[in-house]
C-alpha cells in the first residue's frame, strides 16, 4: 500500500497510467468511498494517456484518521502538496460529492493550479435537508452495526431506479460495511469527523467567483441529497462554468452512471487541451 506521509498523517493514494504524460487528472473521492469507486472511469483515463492519481483523504479508509479537527483548506492543501510530491503535471480535477467540495476550496485557494474542474454532485452551501441527512448518519454511526448503516443511507445517496435494478449488490455491498471496521481501524469515527468538516466548511458560494480554471458542474437529476439546485449555485458562481444535468440519476453519479460520467469529463478535459499541448516537454 503507497503512502505519503504529509502532514503527519500517511495518505494512501495510487499513482496509475503514464507517468511522462504533461496532464494528470486527480480523482478525489466521495465521503463514504476509497480510490477504487473511480475504477470505471479512470481507467478510460489511463487509456487516453493521462497520468492518474487517486488517493483517500485524512479520515478516509486506507489513510490516517488523526483525532482532531479537520478542515476542507486542509485537505486541499495536502492534495497539492501529495500531487508536487509526486511531481504530478498540468492538473485535472474530477472530485464527487466531499471530493468536488474540497477541489472548489482548492481552486478558490490556489487558482492557478487547477488546469480545470469537474464538480460532481457537489454543493458550496447547505439547507436544512442536507444538514438533517448528515446528522442522521452521525446518529445511525452510534447506533447501528455496518450492515444497518448502510442499508439506512441508500435512500438518501441512490436514485430510485438504480435501487431497483441493483437491489442484490447494495446488499452485498452493505454486508461488506460490517466488515470496514476491522480492516480499517477507526473508519466509522473517521467519517463522523469528514461529516463535521462538511457541515462547518461547506459555505463556499461567495468566493466561487475566484476560480478561474474552466468548470464542468455535474449533477443527477434524481439527487435528493444535494439536489440540482445546489449545481446550478456553482454553475452560476463560477464564470463560464457548464452544467449537465444526467436524467435516471442520484447522488452517486459515478456508480450510477459511470459511462456518461467518463463521456463528459474526458471531453471536457480535451477542451483545455490546446494550450497544453503546445509547452515543451521540459516544462
Not at 503535471?89 to 490556489?110: C, D, P, R
Request: net charge negative.
Amino acid at each position: 500500500m503507497a503512502t505519503r506521509n504529509i502532514h503527519n498523517c500517511n495518505l494512501f493514494y495510487e499513482d496509475l497510467g503514464n507517468r511522462n504524460a504533461k496532464e494528470t487528472i486527480a480523482f478525489l473521492n466521495g465521503v463514504m468511498a476509497s480510490t477504487n469507486s473511480w475504477e470505471k472511469i479512470y481507467l478510460p483515463a489511463i487509456e487516453k494517456g493521462y497520468r492518474v492519481i487517486l488517493h483517500d483523504f485524512m479520515g478516509q479508509m486506507k489513510s490516517d484518521k488523526p483525532d482532531r479537527e479537520y478542515s476542507f483548506a486542509e485537505h486541499a492543501v495536502m492534495t497539492i502538496e501529495l500531487l508536487e510530491s509526486l511531481e504530478a503535471k498540468n492538473v485535472h480535477f474530477v472530485g464527487t460529492s466531499y471530493g468536488g467540495e474540497i477541489a472548489l476550496k482548492l481552486a478558490i485557494m490556489f487558482p492557478q493550479y487547477p488546469q480545470s474542474l469537474t464538480i460532481i454532485d457537489s454543493v458550496s452551501e447547505l439547507d436544512e435537508v442536507l444538514i438533517g441527512f448528515v446528522e442522521s448518519w452521525k446518529i445511525l454511526i452510534d447506533n447501528c452495526n455496518g450492515e444497518d448503516f448502510f442499508k439506512a443511507v441508500i435512500p438518501s445517496i441512490y436514485g430510485a431506479k438504480y435501487i431497483k435494478a441493483n437491489k442484490e449488490s447494495l446488499m452485498q455491498r452493505a454486508h461488506l460495511f460490517n466488515k470496514l471496521e476491522d480492516s480499517y481501524p477507526g473508519f466509522f469515527q473517521g467519517q463522523k469527523k469528514l461529516y463535521a468538516t462538511f457541515l462547518s466548511d461547506a459555505y463556499q458560494s461567495e468566493y466561487l467567483k475566484e476560480i478561474q480554471c474552466p468548470t464542468l458542474v455535474i449533477c443527477g437529476k434524481d439527487d435528493i441529497l444535494k439536489p440540482p439546485k445546489f449545481s446550478r449555485i456553482i454553475a452560476q458562481g463560477i464564470k463560464n462554468a457548464e452544467l449537465l444535468l444526467l436524467p435516471d440519476c442520484g447522488h452517486v453519479a459515478v456508480f450510477e452512471k459511470p459511462e456518461e460520467i467518463t463521456e463528459a469529463t474526458l471531453r471536457f478535459i480535451q477542451k483545455t487541451k490546446t494550450e497544453i499541448d503546445r509547452q515543451p516537454d521540459n516544462q
